[in-house]
């Protein structure tokens, strides 16, 4: 039998437990990362400026974000033993996610020249 720790639960079992946890909220971070890059967004404000911002954040953190920080996308993908990069790969694929990129790059042409 193991050490009785964390919350009265042997601590294999407890370390095991807030794993899978960690896992879960990752995965629904990364989730909803997808449907704003989307542009599957719940937004409080529906008007088309702070969809689109909210798309655009979501787009910059999976395909240009490329760090390795706690919150990053590769970080996350590395978590959950995900290739970061062939999930890049077929998110570009996406309807949603292709015309967003076209838009962020052309917003970021405009700007810039």
Do not use: Y
Request: net charge positive; aromatic share 6%; with cysteine.
């Amino acid at each position: 039998m193991g050490h009785i720790g964390f919350f009265g639960m042997e601590s294999d079992r407890a370390t095991s437990e807030v794993i899978q946890r960690s896992k879960r909220l990752w995965i629904a971070v990364l989730h909803q990362a997808i449907e704003d890059a989307k542009g599957n967004v719940r937004s409080i404000e529906k008007s088309e400026r702070s969809i689109g911002g909210i798309q655009r954040e979501a787009l910059i953190w999976i395909f240009h974000g490329i760090s390795n920080t706690a919150n990053s996308f590769n970080s996350i993908c590395g978590l959950l033993d995900i290739d970061p990069d062939r999930a890049r790969q077929r998110l570009r694929v996406v309807l949603g996610i292709r015309r967003g990129l076209d838009r962020t790059q052309q917003g970021v042409g405009e700007r810039d020249g």
